[in-house]
């Protein structure tokens, strides 16, 4: 069992389920899906996202911007939603955070009513996302105090940054899987404090092909391993503003 | 195909996030339509330099290396507003309330990716220095809000209002089909204190 804290900063967690080009979807799925989940979630709207393509066309890359539309069913308090997208099924859930305890119950929910929909034998993709904003109220912030996980700059370079963006992959072999973890800096809300963003994005190798029935298990350790990382990220200072509860 | 002819740190961050989400993606065997859609922070920083006419010489062989197809959009919403908050404020465009512009953009999210080409616009309008800020404005009488740019001169010209017609109508067609709405205008006062 992770720490847990009374203020975390947890700004958005992301469970997402990538379907393969073979299943079988049409645009009476979402309704059906909703029908199964509507007492949980019970608002349903729609939203436009938009994108970016590049295509490979007989007269060279052509670039497409179009929006697409998404179903989205919350929760009354509507900070948890799943979205229903083009062969696409994510759970998400912002700020506060409710712990994994009341979240993952809700992954289980909405996967279900997915699996009851229509036959699901593997996944091309899963992704469990935990992105947290981190506000320090300090108008002076030496990283090292509170991050694990930081910019490295050598004694022949200045100290003062005013940017950064840091990254890495972690392989974990074990469960095929890796998580690119990133640390930048942020706007943060309340002048005079300095915000970063601390994303922790876990998900199968390219290789590793999930059953379905197999899921919500991968989901479950790839959850412990996303909190091994984040509090091996933070340092004890951290830890005091985010008010961890014993 | 051309070389890439952007220069820019921010298209070098392109790049860089191109690489990031290639990794990310890889996917089975490439596509005949060697689809690609990019995604995730990266959007504000195409949408941008699309405007600026350079992302035709966008130089997508870097992509090869990953076999990249059928890219999707990444299922979070905070990470292309918060990319987006930080490009802003690297322009110096300043955001009083950065609380309220996450809660506006979390519910009206395809307005995350016009903010930035609607500054560009301004920028190259603008004759003379100006502070910007980007804000929601509440109406007190009606429940409803919506972005505003706030253009600030320390001495107004004469002709500002004329510049800021000019504005609205090029933005137009980027709010057009918006779920959002968003106004340019002034309030006249000189520019604010970002502290």
Redesign the interface.
């Known amino acids: 069992m992770g720490k847990k804290y009374k203020s975390p900063p947890i700004?958005?967690s992301?469970c997402?389920f990538?379907l393969p080009?073979d299943t079988k979807w049409d645009l009476t799925i979402p309704g059906l899906i909703f029908e199964k989940v509507k007492e949980q979630f019970p608002h349903r709207e729609p939203?436009?996202?938009?994108?970016?393509?590049?295509?490979?066309g007989p007269q060279?890359?052509e670039?497409l911007?179009h929006?697409?539309e998404r179903i989205l069913f919350l929760t009354n308090d509507r900070n948890i939603f799943i979205?229903v997208?083009h062969r696409?099924f994510?759970i998400?859930c912002?700020k506060p955070y409710p712990t994994w305890n009341r979240y993952k119950p809700k992954i289980e929910i909405a996967f279900k009513a997915l699996t009851d929909t229509i036959e699901v034998k593997n996944l091309?993709?899963i992704?469990l996302?935990y992105?947290n904003?981190i506000e320090i109220p300090e108008v002076s912030v030496k990283l090292d105090d509170y991050f694990e996980f930081r910019p490295f700059l050598g004694s022949r370079l200045p100290k003062d940054m005013k940017?950064f963006?840091v990254?890495c992959?972690l392989p974990f072999i074990s469960m095929g899987a890796e998580c690119?973890l990133q640390l930048?800096?942020?706007?943060?809300?309340k002048?005079?404090s300095h915000a970063f963003?601390l994303?922790l994005?876990y998900?199968p190798v390219?290789s590793q092909i999930i059953p379905s029935f197999e899921a919500l298990n991968w989901v479950e350790k790839a959850h412990t391993h996303i909190e091994e990382i984040f509090e091996g990220c933070i340092t004890a200072r951290l830890r005091k503003i985010f008010q961890e509860v014993k | 195909?051309p070389e890439t002819s952007i220069s820019t740190a921010s298209a070098k961050?392109s790049e860089?996030m191109i690489r990031?989400i290639g990794?990310?993606?890889?996917?089975g065997e490439p596509s005949e339509?060697?689809?690609?859609?990019?995604?995730n922070g990266?959007?504000p920083l195409?949408?941008e330099q699309?405007s600026k006419g350079v992302?035709?010489d966008?130089d997508?062989t870097k992509l090869a290396p990953y076999s990249l197809v059928?890219i999707?959009?990444s299922?979070?919403?905070?990470?292309e507003i918060?990319t987006l908050?930080?490009l802003l404020?690297?322009k110096r465009i300043i955001?009083p309330k950065?609380?309220e512009i996450r809660r506006y953009l979390?519910v009206y999210?395809?307005m995350?990716?016009i903010i930035l080409p609607i500054c560009g616009i301004i920028n190259e309008k603008l004759n003379a220095p100006a502070q910007v800020s980007l804000e929601v404005y509440k109406d007190p009488e009606i429940k409803d809000e919506h972005l505003v740019i706030y253009m600030r001169q320390a001495v107004y010209d004469d002709k500002i209002m004329n510049i800021i017609d000019e504005i609205n109508e090029e933005c137009d067609g980027l709010l057009h089909?918006?779920?959002g709405w968003l106004i340019i205008t002034t309030d006249f006062k000189p520019p604010q204190s970002?502290?």
Do not use: W
């Not at chain 1, 939203?47 to 490979?56: D, H, I, L, N, S």
């Open positions: 700004i958005e992301v997402e990538r080009p939203r436009v996202f938009q994108e970016v393509e590049f295509k490979q060279g890359v670039q911007t929006s697409r979205q997208g696409l994510a998400n912002l091309q993709r992704g996302r992105i904003r940017n963006i990254g992959v690119n930048t800096a942020a706007v943060p809300e002048h005079g963003i994303d994005d998900f390219q | 195909m961050r860089y990031e990794q990310k993606y890889i996917v339509s060697h689809a690609y859609t990019v995604l990266l959007l195409l949408c699309k992302i035709g966008f997508l059928d999707d959009k299922s979070d919403i905070t990470t918060e908050l930080n404020v690297s955001i950065p609380a979390m999210t395809d995350i990716h089909n918006k779920s970002d502290k």
